[in-house]
T-cell receptor
Framework: KAGVTQTPRYLIKTRGQQVTLSCSPI?????VSWYQQTPGQGLQFLFE???????NKGNFPGRFSGRQFSNSRSEMNVSTLELGDSALYLC?????????????FGPGTRLTVL | GENVEQHPSTLSVQEGDSAVIKCTYS??????FPWYKQELGKRPQLIID?????GEKKDQRIAVTLNKTAKHFSLHITETQPEDSAVYFC????????????FGTGTRLTIIP
């Protein structure tokens, strides 16, 4: 099976712009979670989508949003970018079925905000 | 919410020796504890996980132990090899419809040849 894929792999934006990142889960996986990874804050949970619904949400401002499509692919959007949004954004997919909820990560999108 | 603490932040061991990384969690409702290995510039990769219904799990040179009463779990790597050098993250979640992983701050493991 193909692994989790993310596009684009690298992005450079300027403050105030918005950005959309995409994640394609492993085939058959129904849950997609998003994480932000920075040297200072480590890995932090953004949100999780399951069956096109946001099921869990972390402590990030409303500028961070996401959605999931009927084929389980997910996008996250960051509006009004700030310098502090520079990070590696990782998505992870899981089967989300009882105990079989192991999360597998994609390669990430490296976002740089100038 | 859940809080996961991880120690040590850096660890250097001689090749062939064992390495132990410890994590504690705060939420007694957490019941799933994975460990991820992240090499430089790469994605976190699951190396082992344990659920609250068992106290220990082993996979070749890697083992994880869980003490629910004390709310801590540990990763043990035996016969370390240079390719074990990486950053290791522990995490905790409540499982069953709660896919949110709360991560520890990571341990940079260096294997000295």
């Amino acid at each position: 099976k193909a692994g989790v894929t993310q596009t684009p792999r690298y992005l450079i934006k300027t403050r105030g712009q918005q950005v959309t990142l995409s994640c394609s889960p492993i085939s058959g996986h129904r849950s997609v979670s998003w994480y932000q990874q920075t040297p200072g804050q480590g890995l932090q949970f953004l949100f999780e989508y399951f069956s096109e619904t946001q099921r869990n949400k972390g402590n990030f401002p409303g500028r961070f949003s996401g959605r999931q499509f009927s084929n389980s692919r997910s996008e996250m959007n960051v509006s009004t970018l700030e310098l502090g949004d520079s990070a590696l954004y990782l998505c992870a997919s899981s089967l989300a079925k009882g105990w079989t909820d192991t999360q597998y990560f994609g390669p990430g999108t490296r976002l740089t905000v100038l | 919410g859940e809080n996961v603490e991880q120690h040590p932040s850096t660890l250097s061991v001689q090749e062939g020796d064992s390495a132990v990384i410890k994590c504690t969690y705060s939420d007694s409702a957490s019941n799933y504890f994975p460990w991820y290995k992240q090499e430089l510039g790469k994605r976190p990769q699951l190396i082992i996980d344990i659920r609250s219904n068992v106290g220990e799990k082993k996979d070749q040179r890697i083992a994880v132990t869980l003490n629910k009463t004390a709310k801590h779990f540990s990763l043990h790597i035996t016969e370390t090899q240079p390719e074990d050098s990486a950053v290791y993250f522990c995490a905790a979640s409540k499982n069953f419809g709660n896919e949110k992983l709360t991560f520890g701050t990571g341990t940079r493991l260096t294997i000295i040849p």
